[in-house]
Protein backbone atom coordinates (compact mmCIF):
# COMPACT_ATOMS: atom_id res chain seq x y z
CA UNK A 1 0.00 0.00 0.00
CA UNK A 2 1.16 3.59 -0.67
CA UNK A 3 -0.40 6.77 1.05
CA UNK A 4 0.00 10.08 -0.94
CA UNK A 5 -1.26 13.56 0.09
CA UNK A 6 -2.67 15.48 -2.68
CA UNK A 7 -4.47 18.34 -3.43
CA UNK A 8 -7.19 18.24 -6.33
CA UNK A 9 -8.17 21.79 -8.08
CA UNK A 10 -11.86 22.63 -8.25
CA UNK A 11 -13.09 23.99 -11.83
CA UNK A 12 -13.10 27.18 -9.75
CA UNK A 13 -9.64 26.97 -8.80
CA UNK A 14 -9.83 25.95 -5.20
CA UNK A 15 -8.00 23.30 -4.22
CA UNK A 16 -9.08 20.57 -1.96
CA UNK A 17 -6.65 18.36 0.43
CA UNK A 18 -7.29 14.75 0.07
CA UNK A 19 -5.26 11.29 0.99
CA UNK A 20 -4.50 8.49 -1.22
CA UNK A 21 -4.83 4.82 0.17
CA UNK A 22 -3.57 2.82 -3.04
CA UNK A 23 -3.22 -1.06 -3.57
CA UNK A 24 -0.13 -2.48 -5.16
CA UNK A 25 0.30 -1.20 -8.34
CA UNK A 26 0.60 -4.36 -9.46
CA UNK A 27 -2.86 -5.35 -9.52
CA UNK A 28 -3.51 -3.42 -11.91
CA UNK A 29 -6.40 -0.38 -11.68
CA UNK A 30 -8.41 -0.87 -8.95
CA UNK A 31 -12.51 0.95 -7.78
CA UNK A 32 -12.11 3.95 -4.87
CA UNK A 33 -13.96 4.30 -2.54
CA UNK A 34 -14.52 7.94 -1.77
CA UNK A 35 -15.05 9.65 2.02
CA UNK A 36 -16.02 13.46 2.32
CA UNK A 37 -15.44 15.61 5.63
CA UNK A 38 -15.56 18.83 7.70
CA UNK A 39 -13.46 17.57 10.57
CA UNK A 40 -10.11 17.42 9.42
CA UNK A 41 -8.13 14.26 8.09
CA UNK A 42 -4.73 15.39 9.71
CA UNK A 43 -5.72 15.91 13.21
CA UNK A 44 -8.71 15.50 14.79
CA UNK A 45 -10.42 12.69 12.71
CA UNK A 46 -6.69 11.19 11.88
CA UNK A 47 -7.73 7.93 13.66
CA UNK A 48 -10.27 7.03 10.70
CA UNK A 49 -6.88 6.22 8.50
CA UNK A 50 -6.96 2.62 10.30
CA UNK A 51 -10.49 2.20 8.36
CA UNK A 52 -8.95 3.43 5.05
CA UNK A 53 -5.85 1.04 5.41
CA UNK A 54 -8.15 -2.05 6.09
CA UNK A 55 -10.32 -1.20 2.51
CA UNK A 56 -7.06 -1.03 0.87
CA UNK A 57 -4.70 -3.28 2.05
CA UNK A 58 -7.59 -6.33 2.63
CA UNK A 59 -9.63 -5.68 0.05
CA UNK A 60 -7.45 -3.55 -2.77
CA UNK A 61 -9.40 -0.61 -3.02
CA UNK A 62 -7.85 2.64 -3.63
CA UNK A 63 -9.72 5.05 -1.13
CA UNK A 64 -9.37 8.96 -1.25
CA UNK A 65 -10.34 10.66 1.84
CA UNK A 66 -10.97 14.41 1.75
CA UNK A 67 -11.03 17.73 3.84
CA UNK A 68 -14.14 19.36 2.37
CA UNK A 69 -14.09 22.79 1.09
CA UNK A 70 -13.42 25.49 3.73
CA UNK A 71 -12.34 22.78 5.97
CA UNK A 72 -8.99 20.94 7.25
CA UNK A 73 -6.58 22.25 4.75
CA UNK A 74 -8.21 22.18 1.80
CA UNK A 75 -9.34 26.05 0.53
CA UNK A 76 -12.69 27.69 -0.12
CA UNK A 77 -14.65 28.91 2.24
CA UNK A 78 -17.00 26.91 4.73
CA UNK A 79 -20.38 28.65 4.24
CA UNK A 80 -22.92 25.82 6.11
CA UNK A 81 -23.30 22.01 6.12
CA UNK A 82 -24.04 20.33 2.47
CA UNK A 83 -24.20 23.76 0.72
CA UNK A 84 -24.19 23.45 -3.45
CA UNK A 85 -20.50 23.98 -3.22
CA UNK A 86 -19.65 20.91 -1.79
CA UNK A 87 -21.93 18.77 -3.63
CA UNK A 88 -20.54 20.13 -6.93
CA UNK A 89 -16.96 19.94 -5.89
CA UNK A 90 -17.07 15.79 -4.85
CA UNK A 91 -18.86 15.40 -8.23
CA UNK A 92 -16.07 16.66 -9.05
CA UNK A 93 -13.90 14.56 -7.24
CA UNK A 94 -15.84 11.54 -8.01
CA UNK A 95 -14.38 12.29 -11.83
CA UNK A 96 -10.81 12.99 -11.59
CA UNK A 97 -10.41 9.61 -8.88
CA UNK A 98 -12.48 8.02 -12.06
CA UNK A 99 -10.08 9.17 -14.71
CA UNK A 100 -6.69 8.28 -12.51
CA UNK A 101 -4.69 5.43 -14.12
CA UNK A 102 -4.66 3.59 -10.74
CA UNK A 103 -8.69 3.66 -10.84
CA UNK A 104 -10.69 1.20 -12.82
CA UNK A 105 -13.33 4.35 -13.19
CA UNK A 106 -15.68 2.82 -10.79
CA UNK A 107 -16.09 4.64 -7.37
CA UNK A 108 -18.00 4.27 -4.73
CA UNK A 109 -19.03 6.63 -1.68
CA UNK A 110 -19.51 6.14 1.94
CA UNK A 111 -19.24 7.29 5.04
CA UNK A 112 -20.57 7.68 8.72
CA UNK A 113 -22.81 10.87 10.01
CA UNK A 114 -21.93 13.93 7.79
CA UNK A 115 -20.64 11.94 5.09
CA UNK A 116 -23.71 9.27 4.87
CA UNK A 117 -25.64 12.46 4.13
CA UNK A 118 -23.35 13.50 1.59
CA UNK A 119 -23.28 9.75 0.31
CA UNK A 120 -26.78 10.25 -0.26
CA UNK A 121 -26.62 13.71 -1.58
CA UNK A 122 -23.91 12.90 -4.36
CA UNK A 123 -26.11 9.83 -5.01
CA UNK A 124 -28.51 12.41 -5.98
CA UNK A 125 -26.56 14.11 -7.95
CA UNK A 126 -25.67 11.12 -10.18
CA UNK A 127 -22.09 11.67 -11.19
CA UNK A 128 -21.49 8.95 -13.74
CA UNK A 129 -18.79 7.72 -12.51
CA UNK A 130 -20.51 6.96 -8.96
CA UNK A 131 -21.67 3.19 -9.27
CA UNK A 132 -22.88 2.78 -5.50
CA UNK A 133 -22.97 4.70 -2.08
CA UNK A 134 -23.41 3.30 1.88
CA UNK A 135 -24.30 5.87 4.21
CA UNK A 136 -24.22 4.77 8.12
CA UNK A 137 -26.09 6.74 10.77
CA UNK A 138 -27.14 9.26 8.21
CA UNK A 139 -30.79 10.84 7.05
CA UNK A 140 -32.94 11.25 3.84
CA UNK A 141 -34.59 13.93 5.71
CA UNK A 142 -32.45 16.86 7.31
CA UNK A 143 -35.93 18.36 8.58
CA UNK A 144 -37.49 15.77 10.60
CA UNK A 145 -34.17 13.33 11.31
CA UNK A 146 -30.82 15.47 12.22
CA UNK A 147 -29.74 17.35 14.75
CA UNK A 148 -31.23 20.33 14.60
CA UNK A 149 -35.25 19.81 14.90
CA UNK A 150 -37.22 16.98 16.30
CA UNK A 151 -41.24 17.51 15.66
CA UNK A 152 -41.00 20.62 14.75
CA UNK A 153 -38.89 21.84 18.27
CA UNK A 154 -35.07 22.97 18.90
CA UNK A 155 -33.17 19.77 19.60
CA UNK A 156 -31.79 21.68 22.63
CA UNK A 157 -28.92 19.40 23.92
CA UNK A 158 -27.27 19.53 20.82
CA UNK A 159 -26.94 22.41 20.90
CA UNK A 160 -23.81 22.36 22.89
CA UNK A 161 -22.69 19.80 20.74
CA UNK A 162 -22.19 19.83 17.01
CA UNK A 163 -23.93 22.65 16.50
CA UNK A 164 -21.70 24.75 19.01
CA UNK A 165 -18.08 23.15 17.91
CA UNK A 166 -18.18 23.20 14.23
CA UNK A 167 -18.12 27.31 15.25
CA UNK A 168 -14.50 27.15 16.74
CA UNK A 169 -13.36 23.77 14.52
CA UNK A 170 -14.15 25.60 11.14
CA UNK A 171 -11.57 28.04 11.68
CA UNK A 172 -8.82 25.97 13.25
CA UNK A 173 -5.97 26.76 10.69
CA UNK A 174 -4.30 24.51 7.88
CA UNK A 175 -2.04 22.12 8.92
CA UNK A 176 1.71 23.78 7.82
CA UNK A 177 3.01 20.81 6.60
CA UNK A 178 -0.18 20.24 4.17
CA UNK A 179 -1.07 23.68 3.13
CA UNK A 180 3.02 24.76 3.01
CA UNK A 181 3.72 28.53 2.89
CA UNK A 182 1.15 30.98 3.58
CA UNK A 183 -1.12 28.58 6.26
CA UNK A 184 -1.14 31.28 8.59
CA UNK A 185 -2.24 33.92 6.20
CA UNK A 186 -5.04 31.59 5.15
CA UNK A 187 -5.47 30.93 9.01
CA UNK A 188 -6.79 34.66 9.53
CA UNK A 189 -8.60 34.94 6.68
CA UNK A 190 -10.67 31.95 8.02
CA UNK A 191 -10.71 34.06 11.26
CA UNK A 192 -11.98 36.94 9.86
CA UNK A 193 -14.62 35.58 7.55
CA UNK A 194 -16.50 32.35 8.96
CA UNK A 195 -19.50 33.00 10.38
CA UNK A 196 -21.29 30.00 13.14
CA UNK A 197 -23.53 27.77 11.37
CA UNK A 198 -25.70 27.42 14.05
CA UNK A 199 -27.30 30.68 13.69
CA UNK A 200 -28.49 29.64 9.99
CA UNK A 201 -30.32 26.86 11.71
CA UNK A 202 -31.47 28.73 14.63
CA UNK A 203 -32.99 30.77 11.56
CA UNK A 204 -34.72 28.38 9.40
CA UNK A 205 -37.02 27.35 12.11
CA UNK A 206 -39.58 25.96 9.64
CA UNK A 207 -39.63 23.10 6.92
CA UNK A 208 -38.86 24.71 3.14
CA UNK A 209 -36.55 24.71 0.46
CA UNK A 210 -33.56 24.87 2.99
CA UNK A 211 -34.22 21.98 4.79
CA UNK A 212 -35.10 20.23 1.33
CA UNK A 213 -32.18 21.14 -0.42
CA UNK A 214 -29.69 17.96 1.17
CA UNK A 215 -32.45 15.35 1.95
CA UNK A 216 -33.29 12.95 -0.97
CA UNK A 217 -37.03 12.88 0.83
CA UNK A 218 -38.87 16.19 -0.18
CA UNK A 219 -41.13 17.46 2.18
CA UNK A 220 -41.68 14.59 3.84
CA UNK A 221 -43.84 12.36 1.19
CA UNK A 222 -42.28 9.89 -0.97
CA UNK A 223 -41.19 12.27 -3.07
CA UNK A 224 -37.34 12.54 -4.54
CA UNK A 225 -35.98 8.92 -4.46
CA UNK A 226 -35.77 8.61 -7.87
CA UNK A 227 -33.22 10.81 -8.34
CA UNK A 228 -31.00 8.35 -7.34
CA UNK A 229 -29.57 6.05 -10.19
CA UNK A 230 -26.70 3.81 -8.12
CA UNK A 231 -26.86 1.20 -5.57
CA UNK A 232 -27.38 2.13 -2.13
CA UNK A 233 -26.81 0.27 1.37
CA UNK A 234 -28.09 1.99 4.27
CA UNK A 235 -26.76 1.02 7.77
CA UNK A 236 -28.40 1.89 10.96
CA UNK A 237 -28.21 1.33 14.80
CA UNK A 238 -31.36 1.48 16.60
CA UNK A 239 -29.93 3.31 19.70
CA UNK A 240 -28.49 5.69 17.34
CA UNK A 241 -30.42 9.04 16.39
CA UNK A 242 -30.89 8.48 12.68
CA UNK A 243 -32.87 5.43 12.93
CA UNK A 244 -35.73 6.18 10.89
CA UNK A 245 -33.60 6.63 7.69
CA UNK A 246 -34.39 2.79 7.68
CA UNK A 247 -37.38 1.29 6.74
CA UNK A 248 -38.81 3.75 4.69
CA UNK A 249 -35.55 4.93 3.16
CA UNK A 250 -35.97 0.95 1.58
CA UNK A 251 -39.32 0.70 1.00
CA UNK A 252 -38.86 4.15 -1.54
CA UNK A 253 -35.95 2.77 -2.91
CA UNK A 254 -37.54 -0.24 -4.15
CA UNK A 255 -40.41 1.76 -5.33
CA UNK A 256 -38.31 3.32 -7.46
CA UNK A 257 -36.04 -0.13 -8.50
CA UNK A 258 -32.99 0.73 -6.91
CA UNK A 259 -30.89 -1.58 -5.86
CA UNK A 260 -30.67 -1.41 -2.05
CA UNK A 261 -29.82 -2.92 1.55
CA UNK A 262 -30.82 -2.20 4.90
CA UNK A 263 -28.31 -3.58 7.82
CA UNK A 264 -30.17 -2.10 11.06
CA UNK A 265 -28.18 -3.27 14.29
CA UNK A 266 -28.32 -2.78 18.08
CA UNK A 267 -25.77 0.24 17.65
CA UNK A 268 -24.91 3.22 18.68
CA UNK A 269 -23.42 6.35 16.89
CA UNK A 270 -20.40 4.25 16.09
CA UNK A 271 -18.63 2.03 14.19
CA UNK A 272 -20.69 -1.54 14.47
CA UNK A 273 -17.37 -3.36 14.80
CA UNK A 274 -16.62 -1.87 17.98
CA UNK A 275 -19.94 0.16 18.75
CA UNK A 276 -22.39 -0.66 21.56
CA UNK A 277 -24.48 -2.17 22.32
CA UNK A 278 -23.79 -5.65 20.49
CA UNK A 279 -23.63 -7.94 19.11
CA UNK A 280 -20.98 -6.45 16.79
CA UNK A 281 -20.36 -7.53 13.38
CA UNK A 282 -17.01 -6.95 11.35
CA UNK A 283 -18.17 -3.82 9.17
CA UNK A 284 -15.39 -4.02 7.02
CA UNK A 285 -16.58 -7.36 5.66
CA UNK A 286 -19.76 -6.37 4.63
CA UNK A 287 -18.84 -2.91 3.17
CA UNK A 288 -16.40 -4.51 0.93
CA UNK A 289 -19.20 -7.45 0.09
CA UNK A 290 -21.51 -4.28 -1.16
CA UNK A 291 -18.60 -2.40 -3.50
CA UNK A 292 -17.54 -6.11 -4.82
CA UNK A 293 -20.95 -6.42 -6.16
CA UNK A 294 -21.61 -2.99 -7.30
CA UNK A 295 -17.51 -2.10 -8.08
CA UNK A 296 -16.23 -4.85 -9.28
CA UNK A 297 -19.42 -7.21 -10.38
CA UNK A 298 -18.62 -9.91 -8.17
CA UNK A 299 -20.82 -11.64 -5.18
CA UNK A 300 -25.04 -11.55 -5.38
CA UNK A 301 -27.35 -9.26 -4.12
CA UNK A 302 -30.90 -9.48 -3.16
CA UNK A 303 -32.55 -6.57 -2.23
CA UNK A 304 -34.14 -6.52 1.56
CA UNK A 305 -33.16 -5.83 5.20
CA UNK A 306 -30.75 -7.74 7.69
CA UNK A 307 -32.54 -6.40 10.80
CA UNK A 308 -31.61 -6.81 14.58
CA UNK A 309 -34.80 -7.52 17.01
CA UNK A 310 -33.81 -6.32 19.67
CA UNK A 311 -35.97 -8.36 22.59
CA UNK A 312 -36.41 -7.24 26.38
CA UNK A 313 -32.91 -6.08 27.76
CA UNK A 314 -32.70 -4.10 31.41
CA UNK A 315 -31.53 -0.85 30.77
CA UNK A 316 -27.77 0.90 31.10
CA UNK A 317 -26.09 3.98 29.92
CA UNK A 318 -23.63 1.93 29.02
CA UNK A 319 -24.89 -1.64 27.74
CA UNK A 320 -22.30 -3.63 26.24
CA UNK A 321 -24.37 -6.51 24.77
CA UNK A 322 -28.59 -6.42 23.36
CA UNK A 323 -30.17 -9.62 23.24
CA UNK A 324 -32.30 -10.26 20.42
CA UNK A 325 -32.01 -12.14 17.32
CA UNK A 326 -31.19 -11.38 13.13
CA UNK A 327 -33.87 -11.47 10.71
CA UNK A 328 -33.22 -11.49 6.77
CA UNK A 329 -37.22 -9.50 5.67
CA UNK A 330 -37.96 -8.29 2.75
CA UNK A 331 -37.75 -4.60 1.47
CA UNK A 332 -41.52 -3.86 2.58
CA UNK A 333 -41.71 -6.26 5.54
CA UNK A 334 -44.79 -8.08 5.60
CA UNK A 335 -46.29 -6.43 9.17
CA UNK A 336 -50.30 -6.79 10.59
CA UNK A 337 -51.39 -3.31 12.35
CA UNK A 338 -51.93 -4.19 16.18
CA UNK A 339 -53.72 -0.95 18.17
CA UNK A 340 -53.49 -0.10 21.73
CA UNK A 341 -56.61 1.99 23.06
CA UNK A 342 -55.57 4.98 25.20
CA UNK A 343 -58.96 5.39 26.72
CA UNK A 344 -59.28 9.10 28.69
CA UNK A 345 -59.89 11.50 29.43
CA UNK A 346 -56.77 12.37 31.88
CA UNK A 347 -55.09 15.23 32.60
CA UNK A 348 -51.45 16.19 32.33
CA UNK A 349 -49.48 19.10 34.18
CA UNK A 350 -46.41 19.30 32.23
CA UNK A 351 -43.38 18.61 33.90
CA UNK A 352 -41.11 21.25 32.23
CA UNK A 353 -37.94 18.80 32.81
CA UNK A 354 -39.25 15.53 31.96
CA UNK A 355 -37.49 13.14 29.50
CA UNK A 356 -33.95 13.02 31.21
CA UNK A 357 -33.87 9.14 31.59
CA UNK A 358 -34.42 8.99 28.08
CA UNK A 359 -31.72 11.82 27.58
CA UNK A 360 -30.56 12.90 23.74
CA UNK A 361 -31.67 10.59 21.08
CA UNK A 362 -29.64 11.92 18.20
CA UNK A 363 -25.72 10.55 18.79
CA UNK A 364 -26.49 7.87 21.20
CA UNK A 365 -22.80 6.99 22.99
CA UNK A 366 -20.65 8.59 25.10
CA UNK A 367 -21.05 10.81 26.83
CA UNK A 368 -24.56 10.93 25.86
CA UNK A 369 -25.18 7.70 27.13
CA UNK A 370 -27.85 5.68 26.21
CA UNK A 371 -31.33 5.44 27.67
CA UNK A 372 -31.42 4.50 31.51
CA UNK A 373 -34.55 2.98 33.57
CA UNK A 374 -37.66 5.12 32.24
CA UNK A 375 -39.67 5.12 35.76
CA UNK A 376 -38.38 8.70 37.06
CA UNK A 377 -40.18 9.85 33.13
CA UNK A 378 -42.96 7.57 33.40
CA UNK A 379 -44.24 8.73 37.12
CA UNK A 380 -44.33 12.07 35.74
CA UNK A 381 -46.47 11.09 32.07
CA UNK A 382 -49.84 9.45 31.89
CA UNK A 383 -48.90 6.29 31.07
CA UNK A 384 -51.19 2.93 29.79
CA UNK A 385 -50.00 -0.79 30.34
CA UNK A 386 -51.17 -3.69 28.33
CA UNK A 387 -50.36 -7.41 27.59
CA UNK A 388 -47.37 -7.10 24.35
CA UNK A 389 -47.77 -8.97 21.14
CA UNK A 390 -46.39 -12.17 20.66
CA UNK A 391 -45.22 -11.04 17.48
CA UNK A 392 -42.25 -8.40 17.06
CA UNK A 393 -43.13 -4.81 15.95
CA UNK A 394 -41.07 -4.18 13.22
CA UNK A 395 -41.17 -0.48 11.46
CA UNK A 396 -42.87 2.77 12.74
CA UNK A 397 -45.66 2.78 15.50
CA UNK A 398 -48.05 5.65 15.36
CA UNK A 399 -50.12 7.41 18.15
CA UNK A 400 -53.22 9.00 17.75
CA UNK A 401 -54.09 11.42 20.16
CA UNK A 402 -57.32 13.72 20.51
CA UNK A 403 -56.22 16.87 22.69
CA UNK A 404 -57.22 19.75 24.71
CA UNK A 405 -54.20 22.04 26.11
CA UNK A 406 -55.13 25.28 28.05
CA UNK A 407 -52.39 27.86 26.80
CA UNK A 408 -51.31 28.70 23.11
CA UNK A 409 -47.97 26.62 23.06
CA UNK A 410 -47.70 23.28 23.77
CA UNK A 411 -45.84 19.75 23.06
CA UNK A 412 -46.61 16.13 22.94
CA UNK A 413 -44.02 13.35 23.43
CA UNK A 414 -44.78 9.75 23.11
CA UNK A 415 -42.48 6.63 24.28
CA UNK A 416 -43.22 2.86 23.88
CA UNK A 417 -41.84 1.29 26.76
CA UNK A 418 -40.84 -2.70 28.36
CA UNK A 419 -41.88 -2.84 31.42
CA UNK A 420 -40.41 -5.76 33.97
CA UNK A 421 -41.78 -7.89 36.66
CA UNK A 422 -39.79 -5.43 39.18
CA UNK A 423 -40.79 -2.54 37.39
CA UNK A 424 -37.44 -1.45 35.55
CA UNK A 425 -39.16 0.20 32.51
CA UNK A 426 -36.91 -0.03 29.32
CA UNK A 427 -37.51 2.56 26.24
CA UNK A 428 -38.38 0.98 23.15
CA UNK A 429 -39.27 3.81 20.91
CA UNK A 430 -40.46 7.33 21.44
CA UNK A 431 -42.00 10.41 19.45
CA UNK A 432 -42.51 14.11 19.90
CA UNK A 433 -43.85 17.00 18.38
CA UNK A 434 -44.66 20.48 18.93
CA UNK A 435 -48.48 20.83 18.77
CA UNK A 436 -48.37 24.02 16.35
CA UNK A 437 -47.78 21.48 14.03
CA UNK A 438 -50.59 19.31 14.43
CA UNK A 439 -51.47 19.81 10.62
CA UNK A 440 -48.14 17.60 9.82
CA UNK A 441 -44.76 18.85 10.71
CA UNK A 442 -43.70 19.35 6.75
CA UNK A 443 -46.65 22.07 7.14
CA UNK A 444 -47.10 25.64 8.63
CA UNK A 445 -47.06 26.33 12.51
CA UNK A 446 -50.26 27.76 14.13
CA UNK A 447 -50.71 28.55 17.71
CA UNK A 448 -53.31 26.53 19.77
CA UNK A 449 -56.77 27.63 20.59
CA UNK A 450 -56.81 26.52 24.65
CA UNK A 451 -59.88 24.76 25.18
CA UNK A 452 -60.80 23.58 21.89
CA UNK A 453 -60.21 19.89 20.98
CA UNK A 454 -58.05 18.74 18.20
CA UNK A 455 -56.15 15.30 17.22
CA UNK A 456 -53.00 14.95 16.15
CA UNK A 457 -50.98 11.81 14.63
CA UNK A 458 -47.22 11.47 16.36
CA UNK A 459 -44.92 9.18 14.57
CA UNK A 460 -42.84 7.68 16.52
CA UNK A 461 -39.27 5.92 15.51
CA UNK A 462 -38.58 3.38 13.48
CA UNK A 463 -37.81 -0.05 16.09
CA UNK A 464 -37.70 -3.75 15.74
CA UNK A 465 -38.60 -5.32 19.18
CA UNK A 466 -39.79 -8.08 21.33
CA UNK A 467 -41.03 -8.48 24.28
CA UNK A 468 -39.93 -11.67 25.87
CA UNK A 469 -41.09 -13.30 29.81
CA UNK A 470 -43.60 -11.92 31.90
CA UNK A 471 -42.79 -8.38 30.18
CA UNK A 472 -45.68 -5.75 29.96
CA UNK A 473 -45.96 -2.95 27.22
CA UNK A 474 -46.30 0.62 28.37
CA UNK A 475 -47.36 3.76 26.73
CA UNK A 476 -45.94 7.02 27.90
CA UNK A 477 -47.69 10.00 27.32
CA UNK A 478 -45.86 13.51 28.75
CA UNK A 479 -45.52 17.14 27.52
CA UNK A 480 -42.13 17.40 27.54
CA UNK A 481 -39.14 15.01 26.15
CA UNK A 482 -36.37 17.33 27.81
CA UNK A 483 -33.66 17.80 27.32
CA UNK A 484 -33.20 16.41 23.70
CA UNK A 485 -35.66 18.91 22.51
CA UNK A 486 -37.36 22.45 24.32
CA UNK A 487 -40.26 21.92 26.60
CA UNK A 488 -43.13 24.22 26.13
CA UNK A 489 -42.06 28.09 27.05
CA UNK A 490 -44.72 28.61 30.27
CA UNK A 491 -46.75 26.28 31.70
CA UNK A 492 -49.47 24.43 30.59
CA UNK A 493 -51.99 21.21 31.03
CA UNK A 494 -52.77 18.81 28.24
CA UNK A 495 -55.47 17.01 28.52
CA UNK A 496 -55.80 13.53 26.33
CA UNK A 497 -59.67 13.16 25.87
CA UNK A 498 -58.27 9.33 23.75
CA UNK A 499 -56.01 7.67 21.57
CA UNK A 500 -54.39 4.91 20.45
CA UNK A 501 -51.07 3.32 19.27
CA UNK A 502 -50.65 1.30 16.88
CA UNK A 503 -48.31 -1.23 16.43
CA UNK A 504 -46.68 -2.88 12.70
CA UNK A 505 -46.23 -6.71 13.84
CA UNK A 506 -43.97 -8.61 11.54
CA UNK A 507 -45.70 -11.08 10.15
CA UNK A 508 -44.04 -15.10 9.30
CA UNK A 509 -40.80 -16.27 10.07
CA UNK A 510 -37.72 -15.59 8.40
CA UNK A 511 -34.05 -16.81 7.77
CA UNK A 512 -30.77 -15.24 9.89
CA UNK A 513 -28.52 -13.67 7.86
CA UNK A 514 -24.32 -14.63 9.15
CA UNK A 515 -22.09 -12.12 9.71
CA UNK A 516 -18.29 -12.12 10.92
CA UNK A 517 -18.34 -11.36 14.61
CA UNK A 518 -16.66 -7.66 15.67
CA UNK A 519 -15.06 -7.26 18.93
CA UNK A 520 -16.37 -9.15 21.68
CA UNK A 521 -16.58 -5.82 24.05
CA UNK A 522 -17.60 -2.32 22.63
CA UNK A 523 -14.36 0.05 22.51
CA UNK A 524 -16.30 3.34 24.49
CA UNK A 525 -14.33 4.72 27.14
CA UNK A 526 -15.57 6.59 30.11
CA UNK A 527 -12.22 8.09 30.23
CA UNK A 528 -12.52 12.09 30.17
CA UNK A 529 -16.26 11.72 30.74
CA UNK A 530 -18.69 13.73 32.09
CA UNK A 531 -22.66 13.37 32.32
CA UNK A 532 -24.84 14.68 35.20
CA UNK A 533 -28.63 15.48 35.95
CA UNK A 534 -28.49 17.99 38.64
CA UNK A 535 -31.37 19.45 40.29
CA UNK A 536 -31.50 23.05 42.36
CA UNK A 537 -34.09 22.25 45.05
CA UNK A 538 -34.19 25.50 46.41
CA UNK A 539 -34.57 27.27 42.58
CA UNK A 540 -36.23 24.81 41.37
CA UNK A 541 -33.83 24.21 38.43
CA UNK A 542 -32.54 21.03 36.53
CA UNK A 543 -29.32 21.19 34.84
CA UNK A 544 -27.90 18.14 31.76
CA UNK A 545 -24.50 18.78 31.89
CA UNK A 546 -21.78 16.82 29.29
CA UNK A 547 -17.96 17.10 29.03
CA UNK A 548 -15.12 15.77 27.43
CA UNK A 549 -11.73 15.76 27.68
CA UNK A 550 -9.38 14.04 25.45
CA UNK A 551 -5.77 14.06 23.99
CA UNK A 552 -3.45 12.53 21.80
CA UNK A 553 -0.58 12.50 19.07
CA UNK A 554 -1.56 13.81 15.69
CA UNK A 555 0.59 13.43 11.83
CA UNK A 556 2.95 15.37 11.23
CA UNK A 557 4.66 15.64 14.71
CA UNK A 558 1.79 17.46 16.29
CA UNK A 559 -0.70 16.52 19.61
CA UNK A 560 -4.27 17.92 19.76
CA UNK A 561 -6.69 18.05 22.24
CA UNK A 562 -10.46 18.22 22.53
CA UNK A 563 -12.21 19.85 25.44
CA UNK A 564 -15.60 20.08 25.35
CA UNK A 565 -18.38 21.40 27.75
CA UNK A 566 -21.93 21.86 27.84
CA UNK A 567 -24.94 22.73 29.83
CA UNK A 568 -28.88 23.11 29.45
CA UNK A 569 -31.38 24.51 32.00
CA UNK A 570 -34.58 24.27 32.68
CA UNK A 571 -36.64 26.19 35.41
CA UNK A 572 -39.47 23.80 36.15
CA UNK A 573 -41.77 26.75 37.61
CA UNK A 574 -41.16 29.22 34.93
CA UNK A 575 -40.02 26.80 31.89
CA UNK A 576 -37.30 29.37 31.18
CA UNK A 577 -34.32 27.38 29.50
CA UNK A 578 -30.52 27.97 28.67
CA UNK A 579 -28.04 26.20 26.72
CA UNK A 580 -23.90 27.08 27.56
CA UNK A 581 -21.55 25.34 25.29
CA UNK A 582 -17.72 26.14 25.63
CA UNK A 583 -14.90 24.13 22.84
CA UNK A 584 -11.44 24.15 23.33
CA UNK A 585 -9.12 22.89 20.72
CA UNK A 586 -5.23 22.76 21.23
CA UNK A 587 -3.71 21.82 18.17
CA UNK A 588 0.27 21.78 18.27
CA UNK A 589 3.08 21.17 15.38
CA UNK A 590 6.60 21.74 15.32
CA UNK A 591 7.45 25.62 16.50
CA UNK A 592 3.66 26.05 16.59
CA UNK A 593 1.20 26.44 19.51
CA UNK A 594 -3.06 27.14 18.37
CA UNK A 595 -5.73 27.42 20.59
CA UNK A 596 -9.17 27.76 19.72
CA UNK A 597 -11.82 28.75 22.51
CA UNK A 598 -14.98 29.11 21.49
CA UNK A 599 -18.45 30.15 24.12
CA UNK A 600 -22.13 30.28 23.08
CA UNK A 601 -25.22 30.83 25.36
CA UNK A 602 -28.54 30.68 23.81
CA UNK A 603 -31.76 32.06 26.50
CA UNK A 604 -34.75 30.58 25.24
CA UNK A 605 -37.97 32.29 25.73
CA UNK A 606 -41.56 32.16 23.62
CA UNK A 607 -40.71 35.08 21.56
CA UNK A 608 -37.04 33.25 19.96
CA UNK A 609 -33.74 32.75 20.86
CA UNK A 610 -31.45 35.27 22.31
CA UNK A 611 -27.57 33.99 21.15
CA UNK A 612 -24.38 35.15 22.09
CA UNK A 613 -21.50 33.82 20.81
CA UNK A 614 -17.28 34.50 21.38
CA UNK A 615 -14.56 33.27 19.96
CA UNK A 616 -10.96 33.28 20.67
CA UNK A 617 -7.97 32.26 18.62
CA UNK A 618 -4.31 32.20 20.12
CA UNK A 619 -0.89 31.49 18.55
CA UNK A 620 2.31 30.80 20.89
CA UNK A 621 0.27 32.40 24.25
CA UNK A 622 -0.34 35.30 22.32
CA UNK A 623 -4.35 36.19 20.95
CA UNK A 624 -4.49 36.71 17.35
CA UNK A 625 -8.11 37.01 16.74
CA UNK A 626 -11.53 37.66 18.90
CA UNK A 627 -15.11 37.40 17.25
CA UNK A 628 -18.44 37.99 19.12
CA UNK A 629 -22.14 37.32 17.85
CA UNK A 630 -25.28 38.39 19.01
CA UNK A 631 -28.70 37.79 17.74
CA UNK A 632 -32.24 37.59 18.99
CA UNK A 633 -34.20 34.87 16.29
CA UNK A 634 -38.03 34.69 16.65
CA UNK A 635 -39.62 31.82 17.63
Known sequence: MNEHEIRIRMADGVELAARLYLPDPGLGPQPCLLEALPYRKDDLTSSYAESYVA?????????????????????????DEYPEAEQSDLAEVIAWLAAQEWC????????????????????????????????????????????????????????????????????????????????????HRRLETNE??????????????????????????????????????IIAGWADGYRNNSFRTVAALADAGIPHRLLAGPWAHADATHAMPGPRIDLDVEL?????????????????????????????????????????????????????????????????????TAWIDCAGHLPWGLSGDQRIDDARSLTWDATPPSAPVVGQPRARLRLVVD?????????????????????????????????????SPRPLVPGEPFEVEVELDACAYAWTGDNRLRVSVAGADWPNTVAPPAPVTVTVLDGSLTLPLLEGSFPA??????????????????????????RRVTTAATRTDSSYATPYDGTARELYVGEVTVDTRTFDQAAHAATTYELTWPGVEIELRSVMDVEIGAAGYDVSIETIATRDGREVSRRTWHEVIPR
Open 288 to 356: AAWFDRWLRGQGEHADGCDVFVRSSTRPEPDLDLHEGWWVRVPSRPPVTPHTVALAGPRDLPVVADVGT
Open 55 to 79: LCETYDYAVCRVDVRGTGSSGGDAT
Open 196 to 233: PWVLTWLRENRHGAYWNHGSVRLDGGTRGYDRIDCAVM
Open 104 to 187: DGNVGMWGTSYSGFNSLQLAVERPPALKAICAIYATDDRWTDDVHWRGGALRLVDLVDYCHYMTPMNVLPPVPAVWGAGWEAEW
Open 407 to 443: APMASVSVKLCDVFPDGTSALVSRGSLDLAYRDGVHG
Open 513 to 538: PAFVAGAEHSSESDEGIGWEIRHDIL
